[in-house]
């Protein structure tokens, strides 16, 4: 009786143990009434209990990547937009989590799509990699009905990078093309001008060299940041066709035309045109070494004009940077008009939102695509806007490199995308490896162009 | 309450619990996530089972042989050059008068600042154009390095800062061994004329082999699963000269091309590395240290 008696009270004190240890786990947020938190807790409980409507307070995740000063302009933009759709929707907190680009896109989404717990609202690149393989797996919210209904459905210039068969999954924040950012004040000193010709570029190069400037700024660290380079001038040398025609089939990765792109990259590299020792440098390690006049030039996205209005980032550089888009290469296929052009950048939205949440999300959309916040976009930020403005508003514009860059994409006979976005991720993955091993020596242009269309035709098998 | 203690119920009560959470947290998430790396689980689609296909993938990539071979370099610096710097240091502090816990600190201090801020750091310490050490050994005209960027540097630099990192704290390990030791042994051996020395190797370093033991022992397993400092200043770059076996399954298994299956079998081999590699060095050098001790 004893032996019993003294089990079940080990068991009963084993047992509170265990409760009071989960017990004080549940009570502790709702104790601590901390307004400064990040409203989560304290939201679900306090207004509830006093408002006679009854409105459910919820929260929404917003996953963005404007942070740091070259973002802020944008960051700004998206600061009105959740002012804004807050005061609309009752109840609703947005809860912002700003993640740096590449660690979002290539780190953190992927792995919350896979485990399935996205952000309800997050950024988000269009393409084969990104948006149309995360909405082939059923974890995008289909975006048809919501721009419908907001008489959005026609207004968007290109919506190609998020539309998978006929429903759209994602919605462009802006357009954008890469090309290449030259410092005026150095082009002066050297007796350069904006090259228009290949030769003219190359002369760039050479002169800017031998004067011991580091012709074109690189950070290859991220391999990305080299590989916008390669892309443009695939669109040079093998035609804006090129691009898409490695899914189809119609273009593979070591055709002449393509090792040619590699050949004349291995060429620059050997000639010193590239910043010494890129491999050990980041992104904005290359605007750096380009706003200190240490690089005549950067090959970048339009999406960084701001920052050359802006003396608090630009210093001494500040409106004294030009723009020019990729000039013709002798002897390259296709039509050498064509400009490289995206429509990539956006927010995404999870297919697992609730009623509550999709009613702050076709808020969110209505308040940040609309002709206001676009323009804003254009004027502020220099980013191209997606949806169509009228004539009146796009004359607004004054930043000459922004200016430029419309007159660029007005002139061009077309646009070819960013081959990331028409490629299995697979391929561009080992295009990420192959640029750093032919930057290193490691490999030659033809061994590169002979991996990826290996890596190519086993992704095509599948 | 002697009767209830001869009870083997009673044990089980104590031990079943933790048991429990010990299998629910660690053994279940093992056993069941090994079975993924026979699949090619990419996270989103519907996966199959592959058999051995994800191994044959890794072994044959020369640059997965390149990582093992990095982290065999991990191994032989901890080995040769971290654990012998580790015992000298120790016993030079352990011998001086004076401010004492002051170095004790000053050591230890690296290994308790995050990886992160030591990446970072250290990185401006490396850079080529900025860095301090460029600009120093600029002063004996040497050309710039570039440390990180590299391919001959990048796995000393980053070797370095590793041991840099972590040798404060087996330093403090040691010297908690080597003050503990009776200081008789010490003082009869000074009265009869043995140098510092002929004290160190004679007297102190035969004590404390158990805990020189035990610091390889983590310093090789350490090694095995070395990554953040890699990610930090590297990313195993350049062009994988200093990946590691754990960054190579950070850089290829996941990111914008995700491949679970690949990763967990590239975590199993990580696992087995270690584990082989542990049960060696204890079953050889380890065994004999402690019957030296004994």
Redesign the interface.
Known sequence: M??VF??VL??TL?ATT?LAGCGSGNNKPSNSNNPGNTAAPAATKAPATEEPEKIEPFTVSLRHIQIGESTKFRKAILDDVVKKTQEEVPGLTFELDGLEDSVN???KL??E???GNPPIIFDLFGGT??AL??A??D?LLDLTPIIEELGLSDKFLNLEQFTLDGKVYGLPIGGNTEGFYYNEVLFEKYGLKEPTTWEELELAAETLKSNGITPFGMGS?GAWIPLMLVNTMIGRYAGPEAIPGFLAGTQTWNAPEIVNVFAKYEEWVKKGYFT??????EYADMMNEFVTGKAGMIFDGSWRSSIFKDPEQAGDLTGKVGFFTMPAVPGGKGDQTFVNGNYSNGYGFSALANENELVAIKAFIKNLYNDEMQLRGLLEDGVLPSIKLSDEAIAKVDDKIVKKVMNILAASGGAFSHYDSAVP??V??ESE?QI??L??G?ATPQEVADTLQKIQEAASKK | ?K??LR?P??YA?FII?TLALYCLFFIYPMVTSSYYAFTDW????DYKFIGLKNFVDVFSDP?FRSAIINNLFFILFAVFIQVPMIIIMAILIGGVKRLQGFYKTTVFVPSILSTAVIGILWGFIYH?EIGPLNGFLALFGIDKI??????KW?MPAVLFVNAWQWMGFYIVLVLAAILALPKEMNEAAEIDGASGFQRAIHITVPLIKPIISVVMMLSIAGAMRVVDIVLVM??G????STEVMASYLVN?A?????S?GLGTAISLIIFAFALILTALYQMTFGKSEKGDVS
């Open positions: 004893k032996k003294s089990l080990m068991l084993a265990v896109r290539f780190t992927p792995a799509m896979a485990a990699g990104d393989k995360y082939a797996a974890r660290k010494k020792g890129e491999l050990g440098y991720s697979e561009y993955t490896l750093q091993k930057i290193a490691k | 309450m009767q209830t009870n119920a009673v009560l619990p990419n996270g989103l689609e640059d080529p570039y440390w990180l960027a590299d391919e990048a590297t990313k770059g350049p062009v994988g290829r996941m990111g914008v091309n995700p679970y």
